[in-house]
């Protein structure tokens, strides 16, 4: 019994010693004097291989790095505009509106008004076409403002894209027909064509910069310009409502007809 207390008193005396150790100590007073802390250094940057020994005026920022010394110290300012070029350009402008016809600059002519003809036939506000969208047509067609700016439409965005570059792009077209009181296809009897009230255009020949003509009875089946041709025939359909051409009949096999009727069922394209 004595040994079993006196391990007992031996075990608490150890505890004892063990907590005293580790307990934390005060800390102590801080130094006196300046703290010290850590700062980050800068290092030295290294030359370029060319234009570090430049001078400061060849540089974009000094000590950083540094442009070719045969570079121009400060940007070039663009020189004034002659005012005869400006002057040139504003005659060129009102040149262009006093030209335009059915409202548009893009459609350059002259308007003759109303042609009368025998019968049926006439023209209400009829217009002499020079050119579309700087495009020329020889001859000059007489037709009224709704097919005018049907051509023009379709020039923009079928016949121009449809020759792209090719030649340098289209100079003129070549116009076969226009206004004429006459029946359908030259016929003796028969209906009125559209053509005997200002309403259709036959084109026959596309003249391009080069000054190679694209024509429709030469090359609707050839290569590369057959292509072309019935690219734009495609494009014709929408803003006229007839489109005829090579594959409707034995009278369109030299040229396009194009006119402005409408139908009920929409455009009618062979």
Known sequence: MIRWLAIFLA??????????????????????????????????????????????????????????????????????????IEQAAQAARLARLRGQICGD???????????????????????????VAGVRLSPQPTVDCRTATALKRWVVNGAKPAVGSEGGGIASLRVVSHYACRNRNSASTGRLSEHAFGH?????????????????????????????LRAMWRAACGPFGTVLGPDANRFHAD????????????????
């Open 105 to 131: 600059p893009n459609i350059q002519g002259e308007a003759i008004g109303r042609i009368s003809g025998r019968g049926a036939c006439g023209v209400e506000n009829a217009v002499r076409i020079k050119s």
């Open 11 to 84: 075990l608490i005396c150890a505890d004892m010693v063990v907590a005293e150790a580790t307990r934390p100590v005060a800390r102590g007073e801080a130094p006196l004097g300046p703290q010290i802390r850590p700062q980050l250094r800068p290092y030295e940057r290294p030359d370029l291989a060319r234009g570090a020994n430049t001078r400061a005026i060849y540089r974009a920022e000094q000590n950083l790095f540094a442009f070719s010394p045969t570079a121009i110290a400060s940007s070039l300012r663009p020189v004034r505009r002659p005012a005869a």
């Open 200 to 228: 259709a255009i036959d084109i026959a020949g596309i003249k391009l910069n080069s000054g190679r003509e694209i024509t429709v009875l030469r090359d609707w089946n050839a290569n590369g310009d057959g292509a072309r």
């Open 255 to 270: 040229h396009f007809h194009f006119d402005t009727a409408r139908y009920r069922s929409g455009s009618y394209c062979r």
